[in-house]
């Protein structure tokens, strides 16, 4: 504002923002507590996730994965699909990477590892991935209290409904502030 210039007015609508930021209450998105996440429940993870030919190929040389069957369409024209698969360790990240916002985020302390991983029916550029996840186990930790350890089993789908992966693996999960 220059020197000597007067404030804008005052509108409605500028009262009412400064009251909303004031007054309301803020809910900060973040995954779920180990208290929280419950077994026997399937947590539906969206938006789903459109496979481009950029991930793929981008995804692949960058882990130096030169596997011909992600790379090379016209080689893999002449394969058992006829054309090019997307790399599987994308198909699990991306599956991985679904689920976080909803489960994991901020409430993760680290990823144990996998117990099971298989890719019953390929994924190819273009498909969409969808994904959820059932809790198939949960417990307090021993050695570390105000964490637990939970077995997630995610299962990523195309837009046929066809189950591409699955993937069962353990976490390290915070308890809430107040349980620790």
């Known amino acids: 504002m220059e020197a000597g210039a007067s ?4 509108t409605e609508r500028t009262e009412r923002t400064e009251r909303t930021e004031r007054e309301c209450r803020r809910v900060e998105e973040r995954g779920l507590w180990f208290d929280e996440l419950e077994t026997d429940v399937v947590y539906v993870h969206r938006p789903g996730r459109t496979v481009s030919e950029a991930d793929n190929t981008l995804f692949s040389t960058l882990t130096m994965n030169t596997q011909a ?10 394969q058992t699909f006829g054309t090019r698969l997307v790399n599987s360790m994308f198909t699990l990240a991306t599956l991985v990477g679904l689920s976080v916002s909803r489960l994991t985020q901020g409430t993760t302390v680290a990823n144990l ?3 099971e991983i298989r890719f019953p029916a390929p994924v190819f550029p273009g498909d969409t991935l969808y994904a959820e ?15 637990g350890v939970v077995t997630f089993e995610h299962t990523a789908r195309n837009q046929h409904g066809d189950v591409v992966a699955v993937a069962v693996r353990s976490a390290l999960m915070l308890r809430r502030a107040a349980d620790r």
């Open 7 to 10: 404030p804008p007015p005052r």
């Open 69 to 78: 069957l992600h790379l090379d369409e016209a080689w893999s024209t002449t």
């Open 113 to 115: 590892g996998f117990t």
């Open 133 to 147: 996840t059932v809790v198939r186990d949960k417990r307090l930790s021993r050695s570390r209290p105000g964490q």
